[in-house]
């Protein structure tokens, strides 16, 4: 604070992450000509009950939870956010039924580790106790991100299986195919156990889609280690992936790490591991042809306003035509095309 203030006279109004719920007093001060300046290091405690200003009707983000406790050593959440601070569920609900009343179809549960919901606040299995609670609101569609390995719960595959507004895709961060490389990376947790997961959610929920996280050229990475990545893709055959070259973060612990991967086979490993995963996503979307999806429309296409788009219950993007629908339906379409990571169709009358 006192280096922006030094080197930025003209700031007048400096807040914290910790203490957001105090904007509009501060700025009321900073518009009476005086410094404000309010910036808490403490990590407890949430306010709830703040305004939502949502900039879709369609579909909302409602936060469950905020911060870490898990410290990966190349992430720096964890210092930035604080530890995990769980909201309470009578808000969570609340926040949802008051969107789904205003029209909204589909929520999205947020937070840096979703399955650990609750053990702050002592509720055993929380976070598929406040799922099905959610579910139980009526709202059309419920998804929730960010899931971690670690903490996932066989009881929260059955609730995605009993629950037909609980969509069957998920984002699952993996994050390596390596053993050794998630040590490294203080994950928690083995391929062994990440590969039960999929096979549990998978023989549970056939239709169930997955997308994760990789990345490549952690610090120490061997062609062993990276090889393994490959292999664990081609077994899962994901949707879709997000995958990134490894860069530190400055305060982590793999900042401190020996990053002797070059950069050149970094990037050569990136665009190996890019063409196993665009292979399966184009294997995947092909198995949509001629099949019926339910879709949620989102409106026009951002290419072609005469089609219109919009994802289906399996979190595939799909760009279709259709009379009289509009943002908000939700319709169903027969697929027509498949592309890598889009399907087309047509919106059945």
């Known amino acids: 604070v006192e280096a922006i203030l030094k080197t930025y006279r003209q700031v007048d109004l400096v807040f914290g992450t910790h203490n957001l719920d105090a904007l509009p007093r501060l700025l009321a001060k900073a518009m009476r000509g005086e410094k404000a300046i309010e910036v808490k290091s403490e990590q407890g405690g949430i306010v709830e009950d703040l305004p939502v200003n949502r900039s879709s009707v369609i579909k909302g983000f409602v936060n469950i939870a905020y911060g870490c406790d898990k ?8 210092y930035t956010r604080g530890k995990e601070r769980s909201r309470l569920m009578p808000y969570i609900l609340d926040e949802i039924r008051q969107f789904e009343q205003r029209g909204g179809k589909e929520v999205m549960l947020l937070g840096q580790n979703v399955n650990s919901w609750g053990k702050d606040l002592g509720i055993e299995d929380g976070f598929t106790k406040l799922l099905i609670a959610a579910a139980q609101t009526g709202i059309r569609r419920i998804r929730f991100d960010s899931s971690h390995p670690r903490d996932y719960s066989e009881t929260t595959i059955d609730a995605m299986r009993d629950y037909e507004n609980i969509m069957p895709s998920l984002h699952l961060a993996v994050q390596s195919g390596s053993d050794t490389v998630l040590q490294r990376m203080n994950r928690g947790y083995t391929i062994e156990h990440y590969k039960e997961l999929f096979d549990t959610m998978k023989a549970k929920i056939p239709s169930m889609t997955f997308s994760t996280d990789l990345i490549v050229g952690f610090p ?49 490993r990136l665009q190996e591991l890019n063409r196993h995963i665009n292979h399966w996503a184009y294997e995947n979307n092909q198995n949509y042809l001629n099949r019926t999806l339910e879709v ?16 289906s219950r399996e979190f595939k993007l799909v760009n279709f035509t259709g009379r009289n629908v509009k943002a908000g339906d939700i319709v169903q379409v027969k697929i027509t095309g498949a592309k890598s990571f889009s399907l087309d169709g047509v919106a059945i009358e």
Request: with cysteine; glycine share 4%.
């Open 220 to 268: 120490q990475e061997s062609d062993e280690e990276f090889q393994k990545t490959l292999d664990l893709v081609d077994y899962c055959r994901f949707d879709q992936v997000y995958s990134f070259i490894y860069s530190p973060r400055e305060g982590t612990p793999a900042a401190s790490m020996e990053d002797d991967v070059p950069r050149h086979v970094k990037e050569e």
């Open 296 to 311: 949620l429309c989102e409106g026009p296409s951002k290419k072609r306003t005469d089609v219109l788009a919009g994802y």
């Open 71 to 78: 410290f990966c050593t190349y992430c720096i959440v964890p």
